[in-house]
């Protein structure tokens, strides 16, 4: 947005921080950036990678244009790792990885732990008409010779639709009664027990109308809470307002809008409503309540439905994991993008 301010002269030093906002270097985002002139440039982020060594390969192609020997297209298995490997050998003399054990040995434990919570049997029901639904779909578009894009946009649509239901039914069928929705159950009684006992939550889902219905049962209760998505305004205000006040045991937040970039540490209890592909998100989310201020342990809890497309997606995470982890070490890296067999799966 500032570009012309900011191009129309050379610059000393270029630091970006939350640099994974340039993983993909067509953006606007990447290349505005990119066309800047400065004797040295530096990148700050907490995820260098997120899906694939591309993504790091991207920010090395910022720091030093011209500098990196990309992956040829072609390469698949072996000689893919190969190439992967190249690439971590030559970045590492340009990387300066830092812990938060090491940054704040002083920060208390976090706590993660799965809830696997059973259908009710009217979600249940609304569940597995949708998968049928789906796969009905998905097969009429490949019998009409569909293309891979057609297919991967189809199944993208139905898995979102079986999410959906595993968070709330009401979201595909609003005549259905709030008592269906499993999670919302399990929201109910870990809240009162959190009041119960002091604590404060930071809740997250990808869902806007997730986050609406939560509001509207919020206010039926009379329970005090905080909210950010994607159109607030005010997001500075809710947060210094979260932080300030002790009797607000609850803030809801968008997972896109307030994934990174917020300080939150009055929080010591974190709901992840819903599970993304991507771990790395989410623990972005849950630091926004365990980083540099906390006092107390943090809880993190992800509402798993048993038996659902939200297992299936805690399996690709732990996938994912791997290459997460330990992106810098030799043989741990690999290509997880998302492919339409993949998504296939996890119907």
């Not at 578009?141 to 595993?166: D, F, H, N, P, Y």
């Not at 604590?199 to 609406?212: D, E, G, K, N």
């Not at 939150?264 to 993304?276: G, Q, R, Y």
Request: net charge neutral.
């Amino acid at each position: 947005k500032d570009l012309d301010l900011f191009s129309a002269n050379p610059l000393r030093c270029i630091v970006g921080d939350e640099a994974q906002h340039i993983k993909n270097r067509r953006t606007q985002n990447a290349k505005a950036l990119a066309s800047l002139r400065s004797r040295g440039r530096i990148l700050l982020t907490g995820t260098p990678v997120e899906n694939s060594i591309t993504d790091l390969l991207s920010l090395l192609d910022f720091l030093m244009p011209g500098g990196w020997k990309k992956i040829p297209a072609e390469c698949r298995g072996e000689e893919r790792a190969w190439h992967e490997q190249r690439i971590l050998k030559q970045a590492a003399p340009y990387i300066l990885r830092r812990e938060k054990k090491t940054v704040a040995p002083e920060l208390p434990e976090k706590i993660e732990q799965v809830v696997y919570l059973e259908m009710t049997e009217e979600q249940r029901r609304t569940y597995e008409a949708t998968k049928a639904s789906a796969e009905r779909e998905i097969a009429k578009v490949e019998e009409a010779g569909g293309s891979e894009g057609a297919i991967r946009m189809k199944t993208l649509t139905q898995l979102l639709r079986l999410r959906q239901t595993c968070c709330d039914p009401r979201l595909l069928d609003e005549n259905l009664d709030s008592e269906t929705s499993t999670k919302l159950a399990a929201f109910r009684e870990i809240l009162q027990e959190a009041i119960d006992g002091g604590h404060r939550i930071l809740l997250f889902s990808q869902f806007v109308q997730v986050l609406t219905l939560l509001r509207q049962h919020l206010e039926e209760e009379e329970t005090p809470y905080c909210y950010i998505d994607g159109s607030s305004r005010d997001r500075m205000a809710q947060v210094d307002r979260f932080q300030g006040d002790s009797s607000i045991p609850l803030f809801l937040i968008s997972l896109k809008a307030g994934g990174t970039g917020l300080n939150l540490t009055a929080a010591d209890m974190v709901i992840h409503f819903d599970p993304w592909w991507n771990p790395a998100v989410e623990a972005q989310a849950t630091d926004r309540a365990h980083r540099i201020g906390q006092r107390r342990v943090v809880t993190s809890y992800k509402l798993i439905v048993a038996g659902s497309v939200e297992e299936k997606v805690l399996h690709l995470q732990n996938q994912k994991r791997k290459l997460l982890q330990d992106v810098f070490e030799a043989g741990e890296a690999a290509n997880l993008t998302i492919s339409v067999e993949d998504l296939k799966q996890l119907l």
